[in-house]
T-cell receptor, first 113, second 110 residues
Framework: EAGVTQFPSHSVIEKGQTVTLRCDPI?????LYWYRRVMGKEIKFLLH????????ESGMPNNRFLAERTGGTYSTLKVQPAELEDSGVYFC???????????FGPGTRLTVT | KQEVTQIPAALSVPEGENLVLNCSFT??????LQWFRQDPGKGLTSLLL?????REQTSGRLNASLDKSSGRSTLYIAASQPGDSATYLC?????????FGKGTMLLVSP
């Protein structure tokens, strides 16, 4: 069974540009989560989808971040326009049911210059 | 607001030693606690999940305990091996989120 996959693995963009990150959860997992780790800090929660609905987006830093999960399968996280402080590693995770084990993808390393 | 602390931040041991990694959290109202390992440049690999009603979980050479009332968990690694070298992360589950500690960087030397 395939694990959580993320694309791209690494993205380097200039300040002011737009970047879209993609996450494919484990097949059959209704719950999908986005997390982020910025340099020197702990991994922090961004948002949680149940199927195509946003269950909790309390961790989204500001309105430059837009997450979607059309059709309840894969999810995208768009940053527009990107700022220097958005640099970090963005992780996606999925779980079969709420409060069960979360399985993480390899992450996307975003560098904003 | 939930806060998770992991001690020590880094640990270096010779191969074969038994070791304990510590995790503490401020809010005992958790659903579960998960231990992960992360290898450099890689994602997180789930090691153990302890439900809030459980006291411990075991997988191979790993044993994790949970004392919810005191806000503590430990990860015990028996007979450490160089392949155990990685960063170990503790995360506690709120309703839909995981709150992470900063991790313990473990180096096991041959």
């Amino acid at each position: 069974e395939a694990g959580v996959t993320q694309f791209p693995s690494h993205s380097v963009i200039e300040k002011g540009q737009t970047v879209t990150l993609r996450c494919d959860p484990i097949s059959g997992h209704d719950n999908l989560y986005w997390y982020r780790r910025v340099m020197g800090k702990e991994i922090k929660f961004l948002l949680h989808f149940v199927k195509e609905s946003k269950q909790d987006e309390s961790g989204m830093p500001n309105n430059r971040f837009l997450a979607e999960r059309t059709g309840g399968t894969y999810s995208t996280l768009k940053v527009q326009p990107a700022e220097l402080e958005d640099s970090g590693v963005y992780f996606c995770a999925s779980s079969q049911v709420l409060n069960s084990e979360q399985y993480f993808g390899p992450g996307t390393r975003l560098t904003v210059t | 607001k939930q806060e998770v602390t992991q001690i020590p931040a880094a640990l270096s041991v010779p191969e074969g030693e038994n070791l304990v990694l510590n995790c503490s959290f401020t809010d005992s109202a958790i659903y579960n606690l998960q231990w992960f390992r992360q290898d450099p440049g890689k994602g997180l690999t789930s090691l153990l999940l302890i439900q809030s009603s459980q006291r411990e979980q075991t997988s191979g050479r790993l044993n994790a305990s949970l004392d919810k009332s005191s806000g503590r968990s430990t990860l015990y690694i028996a007979a450490s091996q160089p392949g155990d070298s990685a960063t170990y992360l503790c995360a506690v589950s709120g309703y839909s989120t995981l709150t992470f500690g900063k991790g313990t960087m473990l180096l096991v030397s041959p």
